[in-house]
C-alpha cells in the first residue's frame, strides 16, 4: 500500500525523537519536538474550529516552522490543504481562495 508522508515523519519521529528536523535562524526544532506541536495545533484545530476528515482548509502563513506543524496536524485530521502564497494580495489570493474550495483560512496574525 502507498506510504504517506506523514506516515513516514511519523517513523522518523518514533525512531529519531531528538533529531533536527528544521533549522530556522538560531532556532533547531527535532522530530519529537514538531510531533508535539502538530498533536497540539491538531487537537485545537478539532475542538475548536471543529474540524473532521474531509474539510478543506486554505493555508496562508509564511515560510516558517509553524507552516510545517500546520501541515502535519491538518493530515493528522484528515483535512486536505490548500497552500495559499503569503505574497499573493488582492485579485489574485481573491482567485486562489475561491479555486481552493477551502471553507475555512488559516492565516499568520499579521495577516488580514
Known sequence: PPVTLLEVFQEHARRHPRRPLLL???????YEAVERRSNRAAR???????LAAGRSVAVFLPNEPAYV???LALAK???PMACLNCNA???ALRHALAASGATLLLASPGES
Open 44 to 50: 485545537v484545530f478539532s475542538r475548536r474550529l471543529e
Open 24 to 30: 530556522f535562524g538560531d532556532e533547531v526544532h527535532t
Open 89 to 91: 494580495r488582492g485579485r
Open 69 to 71: 506543524w500546520t501541515w
Open 77 to 79: 485530521l484528515g483535512c
